[in-house]
């Protein structure tokens, strides 16, 4: 079980991005995919989450209205629109598996990608 996470960049304030999230020797159909980020000097917090058994979308407060999670199924892979990019959104985002239900905790996602650094300049 491998989750690639890519996508990140350097945008400026006002900006898009879209990070993806690969899942390799597993489907996704059972799965709720979730995105954390954690920026310099926090704790890693949650963003999102895509639940792949009801196909329901969860966000953040900070995040609801500008970002979007998605699921391409022939990819297999989970996706994060990053629209309206603030410099707060700056952190080193990561995705992660849970064959249950979704959550907002970490300690309920068994599998993770590495980070993809997402920079919003001022």
């Known amino acids: 079980v491998q989750l690639q996470a890519s996508g990140g960049g350097l945008v400026q304030l006002g900006g898009s991005l879209r990070l993806s999230c690969t899942a390799s020797g597993f489907t996704l159909d059972h799965y709720a995919i979730g995105w954390f980020r954690q920026a310099p000097g926090k704790e890693r917090e949650w963003v999102s989450c895509?639940?792949?058994?009801?196909?329901?979308?969860h966000y953040a407060d900070s995040v609801k209205d500008r970002f979007t999670i998605s699921r391409d199924v022939a990819e297999n892979t989970v996706y994060l629109q990053m629209d309206r990019l603030k410099p707060e959104d700056t952190a080193v985002y990561y995705c992660?598996?849970?064959?249950?239900?979704?959550?907002?905790?970490?300690?309920?996602?068994?599998?993770w990608g590495q980070g993809t650094l997402v920079t919003v300049s001022s």
């Open positions: 895509f639940d792949s058994s009801d196909g329901s979308r």
């Open positions: 992660a598996a849970a064959e249950r239900s979704w959550s907002r905790y970490e300690s309920r996602y068994d599998d």
